[in-house]
């Protein structure tokens, strides 16, 4: 008997987030790890850490092997709408993003200076000029 998947809501999931009650969110599927918990080669401590989040990443990062991936599907419940679930931050593009705004107050101090580099010296030019002919007619 095959029928549809539960769709839980992100927050709906977050809040199994304990020793005693732990879902994750991995691909857009929920696991009740509960049972596992103790089992987990890796420990209790990082599945509790990569619950209240999407765990996809945190999952496929470790390299986990095919029969871990076949394990999973004893623990699946049903599947959670990702447009509930917060995007993860992406540091790197954060911080590539401060690159850019630091390169650009620098590009823009650069401007700066190379007009000053060309009034500068106009203006000592000028005032050199201007004393030469009013300074010698005095
Ligand atoms: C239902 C979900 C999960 C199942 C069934 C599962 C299963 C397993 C299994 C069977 C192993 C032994 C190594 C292997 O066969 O790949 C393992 C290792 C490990 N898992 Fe998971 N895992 C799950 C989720 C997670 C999550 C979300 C994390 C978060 C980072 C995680 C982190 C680790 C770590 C750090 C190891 C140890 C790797 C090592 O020592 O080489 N696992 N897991």
């Not at 470790?62 to 871990?68: D, E, K, T």
Request: with cysteine; aromatic share 10%.
């Amino acid at each position: 008997m095959d029928s549809d998947p539960k769709v839980f809501v992100f927050d709906e999931v977050a809040k199994h987030n304990h020793q005693r009650d732990c879902w994750l969110i991995i691909s857009g599927k929920v696991y009740d790890v509960t049972p596992f918990l103790e089992e987990h080669p890796g420990g209790d401590e990082v599945l509790l850490l990569a619950a209240e989040k999407d765990a996809t990443d945190d999952f496929e990062n470790v390299g986990h092997s095919l029969s871990a991936i076949e394990q999973m599907e004893k623990y699946y419940i049903g599947n959670v709408d990702m447009s509930t679930v917060p995007k993860p931050i992406d540091y790197r593009l954060a911080a590539s993003q401060s690159v850019k705004a630091t390169t650009s107050s620098a590009e823009s101090s650069g401007s700066l200076l190379t007009l000053l580099q060309i009034l500068v010296p106009l203006l000592i030019m000028g005032v050199a000029f201007y004393l030469q002919f009013y300074g010698k007619k005095q």
